[in-house]
């Protein structure tokens, strides 16, 4: 298939945790061009009330398509999806991807019918989740636990190189330590600052656990709904070459952009070392 135009992506996050679902975008989709927003200056989100969420949600979004119009948005943050990506829909004409923990998955995939989500107090808290885990997991036990620290933790880590495993495990300890802890076997990663932190959390994890990241199964959306199939034979690749071929447009309501750019670089160079790393080992 011969491609005709590139398409233009926004991603937007309240931080740079959607920094994980752009890595899986880029690595399905690496000739498009990017645009990730974060709302850095009314991070987290979890503190807002719905009404101001939806609100100021809204009002960013109008804004930037004023300079450029997407042909697509992802709304790369639980939190975000949860409260608002109805009335996204309803406002804009472009297509609109969310991310929302990944029960449907997890209750196929656990073998104890016993899992965990992880993720903000705010989409913990929220209706849809339990929503979807009345729709998606009535026959399994499911282990809602909200990480208060697990975001900043992810952030330091990737920027600055700090593991803190003992602060992360304590995040997640309750996961292993309840009273039929031992029965999980699966945990969804409910916010997208928690695949940043990957390494980490198998490190910390005193037993194997599958751990599911939505963030391809999003990119494979975007995939479909671009029609960009084409580009399907270029998932995993070098994610360094990604870069040097792509076009990527940083941008940050609390003037945070060169942050996010020192992040990207790092979860650019942490995925190349990755795939050298198995290379080596092939």
């Not at 937007?12 to 974060?38: E, H, I, Q, R």
């Not at 656990?209 to 959306?221: G, N, S």
Request: aromatic share 8%.
């Amino acid at each position: 298939m011969v491609r005709k135009t590139d398409p233009n992506i926004l991603v937007f996050d309240s931080g740079f945790g959607g920094l994980s679902v752009l890595s899986a975008l880029t690595a399905t989709l690496p000739f498009a061009n990017y645009m990730f927003l974060a709302d850095d200056a009314r991070f987290p989100y979890g503190d807002l009330s719905d009404e101001e969420l939806i609100e100021g949600l809204i009002a960013l979004i109008e804004n930037t398509c004023m300079d450029t119009m997407p042909d697509l948005l992802v709304i790369a943050c639980n939190t975000a999806s949860t409260v608002a990506l109805t009335a996204l829909r309803a406002r804009f004409f472009f297509p609109i991807v969310g991310i929302v923990p990944a029960i449907k998955p997890a209750a196929h995939a656990t073998r104890t019918g016993h899992f965990a989500v992880i993720a903000t107090p705010g989409t913990i808290r929220r209706s849809y989740t339990r929503d979807l885990i009345r729709d998606y997991a009535s026959g399994c036990v499911v282990d809602l636990v909200a990480c208060n620290r697990l975001a900043r933790l992810a952030e330091v880590y990737l920027l600055e190189g700090d593991r803190n495993e003992a602060a992360v495990y304590e995040e997640v300890r309750s996961v292993f330590e309840s009273e039929r802890g031992d029965d999980v076997d699966v945990i969804v990663l409910g916010c997208t600052h928690y695949p940043l932190l990957m390494p980490v959390l198998q490190a910390v994890a005193p037993r194997p656990v599958l751990w599911i990241d939505p963030a391809h199964a999003v990119a494979r959306r975007v995939m479909h709904l671009l029609e960009q199939e084409w580009q399907d034979c270029l998932a995993g690749a070098n994610p360094a070459l990604i870069e040097a071929r792509g076009r990527i447009r940083f941008m940050a309501t609390g003037g945070e952009a060169l942050r996010l750019s020192r992040a990207w670089q790092a979860l650019v160079e942490e995925k190349a070392d990755q795939v050298s790393c198995c290379g080596t080992n092939s």
